[in-house]
């Protein structure tokens, strides 16, 4: 058929393949043609190579179907003017699937080992997505599975053909071959000559119509693995009398039809990859090159192929003590499969994360890969959903297994009143200013509100003040009450506490304590002497006591005296609290006033690195020298050690010394890891604290030469056409294929190392080529193009 006009023709179901078997399906052509009502349409559909026709002929450009039999079927239209000279004029081909009845459920019991893990329940909304059958087949609103991991994967090399094939994918295409013999399949064809009787091999005498010419050439079939388990591959190999003057070709069972795996060619050995559980059965016909029989000899091998073991979700957490915005968010699943099976590669799992929102909205946070955790920084609060899916390496599934996990981010931490306290003892006389102050943790910007309740009651509402002074004027028993609030929130409150105060009436100035000072940081050496003095007002005369503890462990205790100020040395290391006490040298009270102050004593004031800087540069190139300086306390006393790594692999390490600065110069480009390392001279540990640098070394070169070659000197209509991009220099060189046809340009082919673009002309005419090129890691459009202008012929 010459000159067939492809691209105007569309073919439209009324229904998404697969359907079951007896279902009527609507089959539409539709022709872009101002003369399509001057067409006549011919519907045929095919199977297995046979091709049968459901409507000759005729002004109708739509029919009916209803299969009979469950496979893959291509479904073919042709069309031709009714006046015209050509047997054909158009033609379109569409593949359809037909499944049983029972194939239709196998995604959703596939699902229902689906699990949920939350301390709240599902909302209804949620419930009833999972409960609809087609909701589950595309559970969520996310992106599909891309085409290439739905696609085969077919290889082929110089020596042997790696084939994988999909029982469940398989589909066949029409040859031109096939195209001339529409309606002729009664005749001589390779289906009816060599393959079946109703899903059973036919006997050699049933094969070749001679059988005094009848020959064996085949003497035995060799097999490597006669079982193996689903991804495995093994080799059939054909033995026979002379393999240099032989061609062989492979058939494969499914249901109870032979397809054809490859083709006759010289080579006598097949590797078939396994993508399926069950008994395969492979059919192997020969013949000698000369010979013009459809073969001549034939055998037939079976291999039992097995299931690799399912993957299962055992548990689905989060490892992150508080769900705050703003804050790292991570989730960890663990599977049925142990961790020394997956180090000693006996089973690779894969892990996908998808973020679900409340309204149904969801995005993929993490594509398959065997990192079996994901983390992410939630910037709106609210309640969600993280669906992980599970699957083998090897599985020929979407997903092994899935289960979701529900939880709710908070705006802020949960607001709590850590301590409430006044700075005067109850009771208290009248006219006393009495502070009240609290420390409170979580929340984003606080609000607080004291209640005073009592002979004089009072009300401060809510404020952005801490704080809270006062001033009772009426003696009686007291109630003050402190509620605290974030100001989003819509309550009346989220925690409060309450302290009750007496009131006396009033007599002499109360006392207090003004303040406490520590002549040294809060950080101290054993051995070293710490002096706290306390600074006091109120009454007639002040006594002050002094009771110094370690690990609720009383050390020393000093009595009331004149002294407002103690020293005291530590002997251990650790933390100690110094109870003050101040009160009138005539109250009976065991003190008017009193606070703790926490110090934390050390054998050594530790290593710490506070900065490490160095020059900044969007870009660091191969043989820049880069120069590190640590900023420490405590300079002379600290030893710094420095390890570099490029790409993981340690490549020098120094011993600690006091050099704070380090100098590198990259020789190499990739990832440069820098790890700091400090410690004091008297540090008896491997160091005090760590830091480490990350930067990306990159090639300094430019992409140039960017030359684009065509396999052909001259294209035509139907005949592919490859186009070859090269160039010179760049650090893994990307290319951008864009093609003009009818005076537009069109991107066929994103940045990305393949650096090849094939298409098929389906019309004559003029066409363009343009590539851009650049290095991966270069934040540029492109470094350099070529551009190529070409014809296609009928």
Known sequence: MEKLQLKYVEIIFDKQTPQRIGTEINILSKIDNRGAESLEYKFIVGKGGVWNTIQEFSEENKCVWKPKMEGEYMVMVQAREKDGKKSLDYLAKEGYSIVKDESDNSVIEETTGEKFMSENELNVEFKDALGNPEEKVVFLDVKDISDTEKKIL?????????????????????????????????SNFVFNEAILKKGELVSKGDLVNNSENELCLINDILID?????????????????NENVNLYRFYIRKRDEWNIVRDYERNNTLKYTATEAGEKEFLIQCKRMESAESFEDYRTIKVNVKNISKVEITNFKCLSKSLIVGEKLEFEVETNIKTEQIEKDEMVVLYKFYKIYKDGRSVCIQDYSTKNDVYYKEMEAGSYRILCLVKSILSNKQYDDRAVLVYNVKPYKDIKINSFVADLNSPQASETEIKFTSEVQGGNSLLYKYKVKGPIE?????????????????????????????INYKGEYEDTKKIAFTIEKKGKKPVKILDIVIDKEKKIIIG????????????TQLQYAFIIRKDNRKLEDVAYNKSNWINFIPKQAGEYEVEVMIKDKYSNKQYDAHTFVYLKAMEYLPGEIDYIIFPYKEAYLVGDAIEFECIVQNTQNVLVKYETKINGHTVEQTGFSKNKKLRIIPKIAGKYTVEFYAKNVKCTGEYDSKKQISLYVSEASSVIDTKIIANKLEGRVNEELTFEATSRGGKDVCYEFYLMENNEWKSVQTYSRKNYYSFIPFAKGKYKILALAKSYYKKVSYEDYDEITFFVKD
Do not use: H, R
Request: net charge negative; charged share 40%; with cysteine.
């Open 458 to 486: 009072e009300d401060t509402g809510y404020t952005e003040k801490s704080e809270f002074s006062w001033k009772p004027m009426e003696a009686g028993e007291y109630e003050i009450i402190l509620y605290v609030k974030d």
């Open 528 to 539: 070293e002497p710490v002096n706290v003095m306390i600074n006091g007002e109120g009454g």
């Open 154 to 186: 077919v290889k082929n090399d110089d020596v042997q053909k790696e084939i994988a094939l999909s029982d469940n994918e398989y589909k066949t295409d029409v040859t031109e071959t096939e195209e001339k013999l529409i309606g002729e399949y009664n």
């Open 225 to 241: 693995k006669k079982e193996i388990t689903v991804g495995e591959k093994c080799s059939i190999e054909v033995k026979a009398k």
